[in-house]
């Protein structure tokens, strides 16, 4: 491990509170049973409470680059003096990115920038709102001391003390916290801040992370999920199964962390209006409801099958095999009817026709291979379903997941029609 | 309030304003309109090739997308023909010359021409879908020396609901294309074919043989067109169409007009046969 | 610019057009002088008043609205009036609960032939609105993140133990199927111990997966409008059932097509206040309810709990824990209890407690979280309009994709006024919440109000007829507000 610091609680908060004065810091808060991410001044967090800054939030922390609605360009139009009806527009762009610092999201969540980098910033078009922002904002990250019930990271190639897209990420330890420093922004954000050096609490800090990656639950064996859930594409049957219980609200996509969509709609009027951006969920029928009338997803198994299939199929297949899915686990426990995509993905790829010939070493597992004895269902629709943490074989120090999550090697294309 | 600490040279969410130069009344729900950049250093910079598109918005309506139609040989304007259907297009239906409008172009991508050098092209275009083939049978025709036999069948509802009026008699009289044009149903006074596209093309029984067919319109004609041609003997991979979907950004993010893995504003939407039965059918 | 710039206040008029409308172009013509600040909207008729534009209004920055039409029994269209008498009463007694003083809004009726008279409604509720002064803005007003942390007390034994006609309940269910049901809507387990899931069971295998406890939590009702047309069966809780009734009134699902599956409800809990009791995280390996406890084991641990501490609160005032309506009841009934005194859940009770500025406050504090994800409504089994709900339309836009306090809540008003008289009080839209806005509150507002003033509470008779759908002549319990 590169730099590592040693933090008290009272220097971390003390820190944070110090950043303040330069960063919009955004830290979690509760509010009522929600935990949300919120700017918070520098006196609220040198008088906060650690065990609440330290909270998962309920919804990811998504809008710290891509807030839930934001605009993209104001219009302005002065009307001729000869003839009123002839107007002058001007347009401005208000991208403004503060500089920003995010505490205590999770590494899923600091993952979920990752895959969100892909299609904002690294096709033909950039954006630049988010890529402003992502430019703009540190993220300081604590590694999960435990895991919930509804994670699985190590379902989609990560742990919970993976530093992927972190720029800091602390682990809770005896007495106080260990800083790692991962990027170069990370190290400008310690820099004279007077944390003690931490070489003698490496072992501490393995234990932790090994300890968290023990209570969570072990990954099924699922391979060649990218193709397998590809091949489901046209089991109707499958989809309107899966998504009886489906309410169709959306509540999924605006608290997942790698949803990426939006849409976009103009307010006010050519004399002084402005185009604004925001959160919109693939869930909804509205969402590709064509002017004619025509809609290519009428009903909620069609839009089902859009969103685990673009996270775990038509994303991977755009974007080199990895997953639009973190593993946060977000879309399960606040689904208003407890509809589990873990048992969507397992049930789509076990129940698949496809085969494959897996002698050819090429073909790495689609999930990292935490070393699972029996491979406990973890997402099974059985009473008491999650494994007995015991059964969860601790690995000693867990390597940051090979960044190869499903790399499916072989474009050797599953049938899909 | 301009400057933005984004550090990008271009965001592609932000329109260039142009100004309506034209408005042509093409049909009783069509209409086109020639605009052009009020910025003179972004219209001479401006390129884009025949077949992609660009979003056209009403300040404060709304974006909507379309194909720009015009050649790119055409330096004076670009021109979009919209039907009215919705609340953005009937925005622009609204607009007339000298109001200002938003043009983010080029978007998507384009007809494959350099890969038809030396064959026979058909151009089969059904009602609004004849705004794409407009513009690549235009610049087609411009190079029409290095094609082979160039035939266009164009087909609408009525005599009224045919678009681009003004350019169908040069189109029946060029000596580089062969137009058919042909109506759903009789009308007085209508010296061309009646019967429904597949149909007539069926009739027209054009050779497959080093020929390819460029055919739009609406999911109905082209699902009928594309068997007809399939009949005719046409490999999918020589069959090229475009699609429609509900656009937002235009650029591959939103989410929305994805096909599979495929975004038919970022690596559409132009395709062919052989490439759409590659994609999941969510037609 | 009017003289009176700064001094001006914004009143929103709504005028019929064929009484006051006509009264006030009697006042202009007679030229009597009246105050400037009313912006007058002609509308064909006060029935036309859509108790939402006096909200938009109000919420966007109004500092009065005024609507006024033809006195009743002299509506043009006969009986528009007499409709808009009771939506608008009930508005202007819903108004307090989100902070908005009530005097803000009037309707009143004045005739095309009352010049004086409508110079006089006017001049005076003109001076009303300038006596309160401008309409407290809500970027102004502080936002309050506190809530209720009492727990109301159970007017009746809860319960969480194994119910003992549970198994009859099954066979209930097979001999259903067995006889051509398609299928029966019933919960299972979800993904731990204390979740449960709705499932659409149609093999016997799939009935054996059947609960009933306190994880219950879904009113099963939301599923129904969708199986339009299909034989299938729902099992319900007392609430649930009231929804089922609702939309059996409303002749949304066909009675011949529903076969109705209950048993006595001993309460069901708010898994949020389970999880509070537990470590951030920890896996729950089993959960077994007895009595009135249940034990949940996690992370290795026993954490006892009882239903007082964890049950949801609109279980601690439940008079209806058996189906209202049935067509299999198996068990004993539950006991009845009679209606409590006070039916207030925590969070309404603690917004009657605050002044109407600190209740703006709360809501500012409440709906800054909202995500817009829009699960109330999907969770709602009364949002039937499901894919054509207004608050998705552009035109008209009643509600924009900014994320302001204002939009939010205003869709909040949307769906709690368009369930006025409907809503049965299952508070699933509160429990769908991921960001756990207490929105009941609203529609409880509405539901006591509607209580209060045509002593009418929905789903419990599918005869009813929802008091804003009809309307008396004389109506005894609404006194006239005049302004004159």
Known sequence: ?417 | MSEHNCGCSKNPYLPEVATVLEVITESPTIKSFRVRFDNEEAWNSFTYQPGQVGQLSVFGVGESTFVINTPPSCKDYIQFSVMRAGEVTSAIHKLQPGDKVGVRAPLGNYFPYEQWKGKNIVFVGGGIGMAPIRTIMLHVMEHAPEYGKLSLLYGARSPEDMAYKADLPGWLESDVLHTTLTIDREAPNWPHRVGMIPNVLKELAPSPDNTIAVLCGPPIMIKFTLAAFRELGFKDENIITTLERRMKCGIGICGRCNLGGKYVCLDGPVFSQAQLNELPPEM | ?484
């Open chain 1, 1 to 417: 491990m590169s730099s590592l610091l040693f933090a008290t609680p009272k220097e971390l908060t003390g820190w944070l509170a110090k950043l303040a004065s330069g960063y919009r810091v955004l830290a979690p808060r509760q509010e009522g049973p929600s935990v949300v991410y919120r700017p918070q001044t520098a006196e609220q967090l040198a008088s906060a409470d650690i065990d609440a800054l330290l909270r998962r939030a309920t919804a990811s922390p998504k809008q710290a680059m891509l807030p839930q609605c934001e605009t993209l360009v104001t219009f302005k139009s002065v009307k001729d003096a000869e003839d009123p009806s002839k107007l002058t527009t001007t347009l401005e762009n208000p991208c403004q990115a503060e500089p920003t610092v995010l505490f205590g999201c999770r590494p899923c969540d600091a993952r979920g920038f990752v895959v969100l980098d892909r299609p904002y910033l690294e096709g033909k078009f950039k954006d630049p709102y988010y890529g402003a922002r992502r430019e703009a904002t540190v993220i300081v990250t604590q590694a999960c001391p435990s895991a919930f019930a509804s994670c699985f990271c190590n379902w989609v190639g990560s742990h919970p003390s993976d530093k992927e897209g972190s720029d800091i990420l602390f682990t809770a330890v005896e007495g106080g916290f260990v800083l790692e420093v991962v990027t170069d922004k990370g190290q400008a954000l310690v820099e004279g801040a007077g944390f003690a050096d931490a070489a003698d609490k490496v072992a501490d800090v393995e234990a932790a992370h090994a300890a968290a990656a023990a209570s969570l639950a072990p990954a099924p064996e699922l391979t060649h999920v990218m193709e397998k859930v590809a091949s489901r594409f046209t089991d109707t049957e499958f989809w309107e199964k899966e998504t009886v219980k489906c309410l169709s609200c959306g509540a999924c996509t605006y608290l997942c962390p790698t949803c990426q969509c939006f849409t976009i709609t103009d307010e006010g009027s050519q004399l002084d209006g402005r185009r604004l951006r925001s959160w919109d969920s693939c869930m909804t029928p509205l969402f590709t409801l064509e002017t004619s009338g025509h809609n290519p997803r009428p009903s909620k198994a069609d839009r089902m099958r859009n969103r685990v299939s673009h996270k775990f199929s038509f994303y991977p297949e755009r974007y080199d095999g990895f997953f639009s899915c973190v593993g946060c686990g977000r879309c399960v426990v606040s689904c208003p009817v407890s509809l589990d995509i873990r048992h969507m993905v397992k049930a789509a790829v076990e129940g698949s026709s496809l085969t494959f010939d897996d002698a050819a070493p090429a073909e790495s597992p689609a999930v990292e291979a935490v070393p699972a004895p029996e491979a406990p269902a973890v997402a099974e629709p059985a009473p008491e379903a999650v494994a007995e943490p015991e059964q969860a074989a601790a690995p000693k120090a867990q390597k940051p997941a090979p960044k190869a999550a499903p790399r499916a090697s072989s474009k050797s294309k599953a049938k899909k029609r």
């Open chain 3, 1 to 484: 610019m009017s003289v009176l710039a700064g001094k001006e206040l914004r009143i929103v008029g709504f005028l019929c057009n064929w009484c006051s409308y006509g009264g006030a172009d009697t006042a202009g013509t007679a030229r009597a002088v009246q105050p400037t600040d009313l912006r007058i909207i002609r509308v064909p008729c006060s029935g036309r008043v859509n108790p939402l534009f006096v909200l938009k209004a109000l919420i966007n920055g109004a500092d009065g609205v005024l609507v006024s039409g033809c006195h009743p029994r002299d509506c043009h269209y006969s009986a528009g009036n007499y409709y808009a008498r009771r939506r608008l009463e009930l508005l202007k007694e819903f108004l307090p609960v989100i902070g908005i003083n009530p005097d803000r809004f009037e309707y009143t009726w004045v005739s095309a032939s009352e010049g004086q008279r409508w110079k006089d409604v006017v001049t005076n509720f003109t001076n009303r609105i300038h006596a309160l002064g401008p309409a407290p803005r809500w970027e102004d007003v502080p936002a309050r993140y506190d809530r209720p942390e009492e727990l109301i007390e159970s007017i009746r034994p809860l319960g969480c133990g194994a119910h003992p006609a549970l198994p009859e309940l099954k066979q209930a269910i097979k001999d259903a199927l067995a006889a051509g049901l398609e299928g029966v809507l019933g919960w299972k387990q979800g993904f731990d111990a204390i979740h449960a899931e709705p499932v659409f069971m149609t093999t016997p295998e799939e009935v054996d997966s059947l609960i009933w406890g306190p994880f219950n939590v879904h009113n099963l009702a939301v599923y129904l409008p969708q199986y339009k047309g299909r034989k299938i069966g729902v099992v319900v809780k007392g609430c649930d059932s009231k929804g089922v009734v609702e939309l059996l009134a409303e002749n949304l699902i066909s009675r011949e097509d529903v076969k109705i599956f209950g048993m006595g409800c001993n309460g069901t809990v708010n898994v949020s206040r389970i999880l509070a009791k537990l470590p951030e995280g920890a896996t729950i390996e089993s959960c077994v309810g007895r009595g009135n406890k249940i034990v949940v084991t996690a992370a290795g641990q026993d954490y006892e709990m009882s239903m007082a501490e964890i049950a949801q609160d609109k279980c601690r005032l439940c008079t209806k824990p058996n189906a209202v309506l049935s067509d299999v009841f198996v068990g004993t009934p539950t006991i009845e209890p009679a209606a409590p005194a006070d039916g207030r859940l925590p969070a309404l009770r603690f917004l009657d407690s605050l002044s109407l500025e600190e209740r703006m406050g709360y809501w500012k504090g409440q709906m800054e979280r909202c995500i817009a994800c829009h699960a109330c409504r999907g969770a709602c089994p009364m949002c039937v309009c499901r894919d054509y709900c207004v608050s998705d339309t552009r035109d008209p836009a009643w509600v924009t994709q900014e994320d302001t306090v204002q939009q939010k809540l205003f869709f909040q008003l949307i769906h709690a006024q368009h369930l006025a008289g409907r809503c049965t009080g299952c508070a699933e839209c509160e429990r769908a919440c991921p960001m756990d806005i207490p929105v009941f509150a609203l529609k409880q507002q509405f539901g006591r109000m509607i209580q209060k003033i045509f002593s009418y509470g929905a789903g419990l008779d599918v005869n009813a007829t929802p008091p804003l759908l009809t309307y008396q002549v004389e109506e005894p319990t609404i006194k006239e507000h005049d302004l004159a």
